[in-house]
């Protein structure tokens, strides 16, 4: 069974510019959550997507948002790139029903914004 | 407001030796503990959950403790082997896991010495 992949692994972008990410879930699951990591903040939670809508929504300002697709495919997308938005960004996949569903991770992009 | 704390940033121990790695937190909402591994640059790896209606679950090398009263869980390794190197992580959700949203602690780092 495949894991969980997320495309494309390292991103360099410019201040300004927006981003867009991918993340493929394990067959199967219907919850895709998204995590930003940084060294100063920890793992993040961002959103979590469950049958194409978000279920879920951490502290993030609006210049983050993301979608999931009836495959469960899900996007994150990021505009107005600030320097501060460098970090590793983590996709984990879930089944998303029933109780004490074990979210498994992605290898993550790592977005450098210059 | 950091509802899940780990206290200790690193812990050295000797291969063959017992690891413990501590976890607390402070939503009594959580009842769904998880612990993860993490390599740089890569995704966490699922290791081992347990749930708010046992106080230990045990999957080979790994044990977990959870003591609700204090709020306070525990990840044991034995017997620890130079592999176990890498950062871990203590996460917790509420709604009997059944939510893609996992807030995380800080992380410890583990070096096991050969």
């Known amino acids: 069974k495949a894991g969980v992949t997320q495309t494309p692994r390292y991103l360099i972008k410019t201040r300004g510019q927006q981003v867009t990410l991918s993340c493929s879930p394990i067959s199967g699951h219907r919850s895709v959550s998204w995590y930003q990591q940084t060294p100063g903040q920890g793992l993040q939670f961002l959103f979590e997507y469950f049958s194409e809508t978000q279920r879920n929504k951490g502290n993030f300002p609006g210049r983050f948002s993301g979608r999931q697709f009836s495959n469960s495919r899900s996007e994150m997308n990021v505009s107005t790139l600030e320097l501060g938005d460098s970090a590793l960004y983590l996709c984990?996949?879930?089944?998303?029903?029933?109780?004490?569903?074990?979210?498994?991770f992605g290898q993550g992009t790592r977005l450098t914004v210059v | 407001d950091q509802q899940v704390k780990q206290n200790s940033p690193s812990l050295s121990v000797q291969e063959g030796r017992i690891s413990i790695l501590n976890c607390d937190y402070t939503?009594?909402?959580?009842?769904?503990f998880l612990w993860y591994k993490k390599y740089p640059a890569e995704g966490p790896t699922f290791l081992i959950s347990i749930s708010s209606i046992k106080d230990k679950n045990e999957d080979g090398r790994f044990t977990v403790f959870l003591n609700k009263s204090a709020k306070h869980l525990s990840l044991h390794i034995v017997p620890s082997q130079p592999g176990d190197s890498a950062v871990y992580f203590c996460a917790a959700s509420a709604l009997n896991g059944n939510t893609g949203k996992l807030i995380f602690g800080q992380g410890t780092t583990l070096q096991v010495k050969p």
């Open positions: 984990a996949s879930s089944l998303g029903v029933g109780i004490n569903t074990e979210a498994f």
């Open positions: 939503n009594s909402m959580f009842d769904y």
